[in-house]
T-cell receptor, first 109, second 114 residues
Framework: SQQGEEDPQALSIQEGENATMNCSYK?????LQWYRQNSGRGLVHLIL?????REKHSGRLRVTLDTSKKSSSLLITASRAADTASYFC?????????FGTGTRLLVSP | SQTIHQWPATLVQPVGSPLSLECTVE??????LYWYRQAAGRGLQLLFY??????ISSEVPQNLSASRPQDRQFILSSKKLLLSDSGFYLC?????????????FGPGTRLTVL
């Protein structure tokens, strides 16, 4: 069964706007990761946040983690057309990751 | 630097035919290796993972199998394909002992079973 559930399933914004995606999960985790997938390609790791961290930044990406609510959010600031992709959260248990169903982000010029 | 290769990139096979997908990793030793399947517009389903040569863990009972004949080679096989085997197959690796840390994905194989 899938651990992470992203919300929304699809998001359409204009260039320059911010995009926020949410991920909820059900059980205890070691860490939570976000990945990006361009259409028809493999996944690319974006950022990892450990269970004892609350917020992490990487360039235009900001990730938060609330273990009490079992949720995480990914914020992409000042979005660009090149950010168009699917974004997945993945929760880390023992020896493996469990991926959610993803958010499809469309950034229009 | 580390690289991961998958082939073929695309494959169209008839129902009942055999399957062999290959994944190789370069630039690292003794990696954890993973096979995932992604249905159209869906998330990733973990099929198999391996922490060493000959060590395979199966996540989902099905007509697929995996083997790891060499340290950096991971093979996904089937004796007889089903229509439901269609999908996008992704191989990934992570640092040994880091099964819950970053995974690095290959470019994938698009399999269509007709």
């Amino acid at each position: 069964s899938q651990q992470g559930e992203e919300d929304p399933q699809a998001l359409s914004i204009q260039e320059g706007e911010n995009a926020t995606m949410n991920c909820s999960y059900k059980t205890s985790i070691n860490n939570l990761q976000w990945y990006r997938q361009n259409s028809g390609r493999g996944l690319v790791h974006l950022i990892l946040i450990r269970s004892n961290e609350r917020e992490k930044h990487s360039g235009r990406l900001r990730v938060t983690l609330d273990t009490s609510k079992k949720s995480s959010s990914l914020l992409i600031t000042a979005s660009r057309a090149a950010d168009t992709a699917s974004y997945f959260c993945a929760t880390a248990g023992f020896q493996k990751l469990v991926f959610g169903t993803g958010t499809r982000l469309l950034v229009s010029p | 630097s580390q690289t991961i290769h998958q082939w073929p990139a695309t494959l169209v096979q008839p129902v009942g035919s055999p399957l062999s997908l290959e994944c190789t990793v370069e630039g690292t030793s003794n990696p954890n290796l993973y096979w995932y399947r992604q249905a159209a517009g869906r998330g990733l389903q973990l099929l198999f993972y391996s922490v060493g040569i000959g060590q395979i863990s199966s996540e989902v009972p099905q007509n697929l199998s995996a083997s790891r004949p060499q340290d950096r080679q991971f093979i996904l096989s089937s004796k007889k394909l089903l229509l439901s085997d269609s999908g996008f197959y992704l191989c990934a690796w992570s640092v040994q002992g880091g099964g819950t840390d970053t995974q690095y994905f290959g470019p994938g194989t698009r399999l269509t079973v007709l």
